[in-house]
């Protein structure tokens, strides 16, 4: 069934049968839980903070102790389909890879992939920002972070730095 299908379906309904079918949907999926929730309360750095908090979590778990960078990664894929402003975005993209670079440092990570995957969401947060032309509000931060990646291993800074200078033009 499309959404034309479903659409034509919903128009059929009256107002209570609709508000039963969204107040089911709300209590049985967590997504539309959220989407309703910030629809009630559109408050973006509200939100912003509350999937910070997600993404940190994701890295220093409050129960065990072991990394669950998959957590962190699907609240920032939750947060895009909330969210409106390209700035809130590109916050929370940078936030992942400023608590990536602050665990590399803390734990002294060996492997390659951890630091491929540092230098991936950098680059992605780097190409959101230029996408919708916010990357002057976020230099100063970006350059904080190429230049914590100074110390680490599998030359993670060289490549910060190249990446940084390509889309600021450095």
Same mark, same amino acid.
Request: charge should be positive; hydrophobic fraction near 40%.
């Given at each position: 069934?499309?959404?034309?299908?479903?659409?034509?379906?919903? *128009?059929?309904?009256?107002?209570?049968?609709?508000?039963?079918?969204?107040?089911?949907?709300?209590? #049985?999926? %967590? $997504?539309?839980?959220?989407?309703?929730?910030?629809? $009630?309360?559109?408050?973006?750095?509200?939100?912003?903070? @509350?999937?910070?908090?997600?993404?940190? *979590?994701?890295?220093?778990? #409050?129960?065990? %102790?072991?990394?669950?960078?998959?957590?962190?990664? #699907?609240?920032?894929? !939750?947060?895009? %389909?909330?969210?409106?402003?390209?700035?809130?975005? $590109?916050?929370?993209?940078?936030?992942?890879?400023?608590?990536?670079?602050?665990?590399?440092?803390?734990?002294?990570?060996?492997?390659?992939? /951890?630091?491929?995957?540092? *230098?991936?969401?950098?680059?992605? $947060?780097? %190409?959101?920002? @230029?996408?919708?032309?916010?990357? !002057?509000? /976020?230099?100063? *931060?970006?350059?904080?972070?190429?230049?914590?990646?100074?110390?680490?291993?599998?030359?993670?800074?060289?490549?910060? #730095?190249?990446? /940084?200078? @390509?889309?600021?033009?450095?």
């Amino acid at each position: 069934m499309g959404l034309r299908d479903v659409k034509k379906e919903l *128009e059929q309904l009256d107002q209570q049968e609709l508000i039963h079918h969204i107040s089911e949907l709300y209590k #049985k999926h %967590k $997504a539309v839980k959220a989407y309703f929730d910030f629809f $009630a309360n559109p408050d973006e750095d509200e939100l912003l903070e @509350q999937y910070k908090g997600r993404v940190h *979590e994701g890295f220093y778990p #409050k129960t065990g %102790k072991k990394l669950k960078v998959y957590k962190a990664r #699907k609240a920032i894929n !939750d947060f895009k %389909k909330l969210a409106f402003s390209a700035e809130k975005v $590109a916050a929370l993209l940078i936030y992942f890879t400023q608590v990536s670079t602050v665990y590399a440092r803390e734990h002294k990570l060996k492997t390659e992939a /951890f630091y491929v995957r540092i *230098e991936n969401s950098f680059e992605a $947060a780097l %190409k959101h920002m @230029q996408q919708n032309l916010i990357l !002057d509000q /976020f230099k100063d *931060e970006n350059a904080s972070i190429v230049e914590r990646c100074l110390p680490m291993p599998w030359n993670c800074h060289a490549h910060m #730095k190249s990446l /940084f200078e @390509q889309y600021y033009n450095e």
